[in-house]
């Protein structure tokens, strides 16, 4: 490993490269690799390139690197069908032959499960159901329209809740260091958590507590599966893939009230994703998506969001070759790395500006800030 050599860095970014230590977790330093959709699977099974590409970032300074969304065992889970899955005999060998890649390199990787809901790219597998809350997609809010899909049973939870339960046990069998499950971005479990998706007028909608019903569910199953000593991550966010407005909580204390059941499910650590991570999530504070829920619930939690980055842009855009993408940047970071410095939150994620160059976190720390490669088309989609 080469991850402790040369100078460290001064100031503020001094609290990047701090160890992490928590009732759940220990890691030499505060950042992550977000995890990142890579659509290189065959069958579900991760690429075999998958290995080399997380044993880079663990060598360029990773402190924990988490998988990119895995789908759960459920006929409607998966997003597109050029993913992986985090079930079944073939794509857990895959994950073994990763895992043993990342843990020879001396890193930590966990699988993000997920279950894509009404989000789900229909069309890709020949057409067919969706299941949601109520049954409506983004693309139903924004044309006005009815529901696309299928308002879910109880016993379509059960069998979701059984899938995640499924995953997790099969990670903690195979030695992964943790899990995170993933309730954001506009997938199944935040459909629940955000009103505009979930207009069920039973105990799992109307009220945060209600809306946190469902995911808590997933929580405390994957919480059984697992043990009480395998850290358990929640990603969340306000903004969802092509509704980048969207809200599921208006205030801090509605924000409180959806995550108390999560936490109280059995969540060790609160990945909060952000457009830019510095952002204030509410009037009238400076603090972040991550800052305010680690004051709400007494958690360790994770900021994210354009580490690295000069600018925006759209997941369209990231699918379009030629389309502008944004320069390096570290103006932000000496803020970031301050809000952490005093505790606002514990853990700091970086995606696409790892896509670019897995080397970051170490040139961050010293000072090489001139050699860091900028963000291009072949990040994005390639395994480099």
């Known amino acids: 490993m080469k991850r402790l050599h040369g100078q460290c860095a001064a100031g503020p970014r001094a609290a990047l490269f701090v160890p992490f230590v928590s009732r759940a977790l220990t890691l030499p330093n505060r950042i992550v690799m977000s995890p990142m959709g890579r659509a290189h699977a065959e069958a579900g099974r991760p690429h075999a390139d998958y290995g080399a ?3 880079r970032r663990i060598e360029g300074g990773v402190g924990l690197a988490i998988t990119g969304a895995a789908a759960v065992a459920h006929d409607l889970a998966d997003y597109d069908g050029t993913g992986p899955h985090f079930h079944g005999e073939d794509a857990l060998a895959g994950w073994r032959a990763v895992l043993e890649e990342v843990h020879m390199a001396g890193g930590r990787l966990i699988p993000q499960l997920w279950h894509t809901g009404m989000a789900r790219h229909v069309a890709a597998f020949g057409g067919g159901a969706a299941i949601g809350p109520s049954g409506y997609a983004i693309a139903d809010l924004d044309a006005g329209r009815g529901p696309s899909g299928r308002a879910m049973t109880e016993a379509d939870m059960d069998a979701v809740v059984a899938a995640f339960a499924g995953s997790a046990a099969a990670a903690r069998a195979q030695g992964f260091d943790g899990i995170e499950v993933h309730a954001g971005h506009g997938f199944l479990l935040d459909q629940f958590l955000w009103p505009a998706t979930n207009r069920r007028t039973d ?3 109307g009220s945060p507590a209600n809306r946190a019903r469902f995911p808590a569910r997933v929580v ?7 043990g009480p000593d395998v850290p358990i991550l929640l990603r969340l966010s306000q903004f969802k893939i092509d509704a980048y407005g969207a809200r599921i909580a208006d205030t801090p204390d509605e924000l409180g009230a959806l995550l108390a059941p999560l936490v109280e499910a059995g969540v060790d650590i609160l990945h909060c994703s952000q457009r830019e991570a510095w952002e204030p999530a509410f009037a009238g504070s400076d603090r972040n998506l991550a800052a305010w829920a680690k004051a709400l619930t007494g958690l360790p939690t994770i900021a994210v969001g354009s580490i690295g980055l000069a600018g925006l842009f759209t997941e369209e855009e990231a699918a379009t070759p030629g389309a502008g993408l944004p320069g390096v940047s570290l103006a932000r970071l000496d803020q970031v790395a ?8 514990d853990l700091l994620a970086v995606g696409r500006s790892l896509l670019a160059d897995p080397a970051w976190p170490n040139k961050v720390r010293e000072g090489r800030e001139a050699s860091l490669r900028p963000l291009d088309f072949a990040a994005l989609t390639q395994l480099r």
């Open 220 to 226: 405390a199953a994957c919480r059984a599966a697992v």
């Open 338 to 345: 301050e809000q952490l410095a005093r505790g606002d939150f």
């Open 53 to 55: 590409y997380f044993r």
């Open 203 to 205: 105990d799992h909608g």
